[in-house]
């Protein structure tokens, strides 16, 4: 199995501009998590699907964040427009509810200038 | 709402020492608790993981205790390396929901 995987690994873009995370969660887990890490903050949840389906969204910011998971095997995370606040690393993890833990992507390191 | 505190944020010490990592959290409602490693600009690596109705968990050098009622967790490092060099994360996973809730790390330092 190859994990959870993140693209891109690394983004800079400017100020005003679309942002798109994107993960690949471990095949039969159903539970998908977004974090964003930051020095002054930590690892804050963001949100999270069970079944593809948001569960609890009150961890996203605000209206400029947004999260899909379309099917079973992709999930994004969108910040348009981005700003130089939203500058973190954001994770995404991934679980199947029989108590084996999170498993945690490599992440993408967001900064805005 | 959980809250997870790690003391202490920063811990330095020479090789070979053995250590403990403290963990506390104010809702011993918990379905599990989880201990994390995070080297420099990596993402997070499971170390271990207790589920509530147990107490401990090894793996190798590493011994994690879980003791619910009192919402505290342990993590022991026997024989510290330099390469263990790193920041230690505790997170806590709820019964209402699947959240993961995180402590703030320590960062540990193991000098050679």
């Known amino acids: 199995d190859a994990g959870v995987i993140q693209s891109p690994r690394h983004e800079v873009t400017e100020m005003g501009q679309e942002v798109t995370l994107r993960c690949k969660p471990i095949s039969g887990h159903d539970y998908l998590f977004w974090y964003r890490q930051t020095m002054m903050r930590g690892l804050e949840l963001l949100i999270y699907f069970n079944n593809n389906v948001p569960i609890d969204d009150s961890g996203m910011p605000e209206d400029r964040f947004s999260a899909k998971m379309p099917n079973a095997s992709f999930s994004t995370l969108k910040i348009q427009p981005s700003e130089p606040r939203d500058s973190a690393v954001y994770f995404c993890?991934?679980?199947?509810?029989?108590?084996?833990?999170?498993?945690f992507g490599s992440g993408t390191r967001l900064t805005v200038v | 709402k959980q809250e997870v505190t790690q003391i202490p944020a920063a811990l330095s010490v020479p090789e070979g020492e053995n250590l403990v990592l403290n963990c506390s959290f104010t809702d011993s409602a918990i379905y599990n608790l989880q201990w994390f490693r995070q080297d420099p600009g990596k993402g997070l690596t499971s170390l271990l993981l207790?589920?509530?109705?147990?107490r401990e968990q090894t793996s190798g050098r590493l011994n994690a205790s879980l003791d619910k009622s009192s919402g505290r967790s342990t993590l022991y490092i026997a024989a510290s390396q330099p390469g263990d060099s790193a920041t230690y994360l505790c997170?806590?996973?709820?019964?209402?929901?699947?959240?993961?809730?995180f402590g703030g790390g320590t960062r540990l330092m193991v000098k050679p």
């Open positions: 207790i589920q509530s109705s147990q």
């Open positions: 997170a806590v996973q709820d019964n209402a929901g699947n959240m993961l809730t």
């Open positions: 993890a991934t679980d199947r509810r029989n108590n084996y833990g999170y498993t």
